[in-house]
Structure formats: structure tokens, C-alpha cells
């Protein structure tokens, strides 16, 4: 159960709409900011990819993260704070890889 101070979100009135994406999904607090989303949301999955370094042994490899809401899922907000409690999230990763240069400046 979620702490007294939390109160359960309310998935008729989510505070993000659309897709929901990280390039950099093992950055600080990536996947905790992803999740608070994706509890607050219009939408049912959220995907986030990391990568190695361009100049490493395979930088063509990286990986997909999709997580994705059940009919178990649970989100809770804190009222005292920018906090947000997940419950029960599917998480699906695999490799992928990536087409090499990944950008271009123009």
C-alpha cells in the first residue's frame, strides 16, 4: 500500500497525453521520471533505449526498455510533494540495433 500521504491517480484525468519515449533510459532518474508518467497517463506503454558509446567495440547495440500498464497497475500521488508511488508495471526489455551515425548535424 501506497504511504498516508499519497492519493491514488486518477486515470480519467491524466496529466500527460501522447507518446511516451527516454533516449537515454538509464540516465539519472530516467526510468523514475518515465514511470511518474506513465501512471499519469493517456497512455499504456512508455519506451526508453540505451546505448553505448559511438566509438566502443558495438555501437550498433543497445537496448529497448517498453514498460507497460496492467489491469493490476497502480499509480499514487503524493499531496505533499512531487512524489508518485508504481505498482506492478510490466517491463520488457530487448536488443536492438541502432543505424550508425545515429545523428547528423545539418
Request: net charge negative; with cysteine.
Amino acid at each position: 500500500t501506497a504511504g498516508p500521504d499519497k492519493e491514488r491517480v486518477d486515470a480519467a484525468d491524466p496529466s500527460y497525453r501522447g507518446t511516451l519515449f527516454a533516449p537515454d533510459i538509464l540516465g539519472n532518474t530516467a526510468v523514475v521520471d518515465l514511470l511518474m508518467k506513465l501512471c499519469d497517463s493517456d497512455q499504456t506503454r512508455a519506451t526508453g533505449i540505451a546505448f553505448g558509446n559511438p566509438d566502443g567495440t558495438a555501437p550498433e547495440r543497445g537496448f529497448e526498455f517498453t514498460f507497460t500498464r496492467t489491469p493490476e497497475s497502480e499509480g499514487w500521488e503524493s499531496n505533499r510533494a512531487d512524489t508518485y508511488s508504481v505498482y506492478r508495471v510490466r517491463m520488457d526489455v530487448r536488443p536492438v540495433r541502432l543505424t550508425l551515425p545515429l545523428y547528423q548535424a545539418e
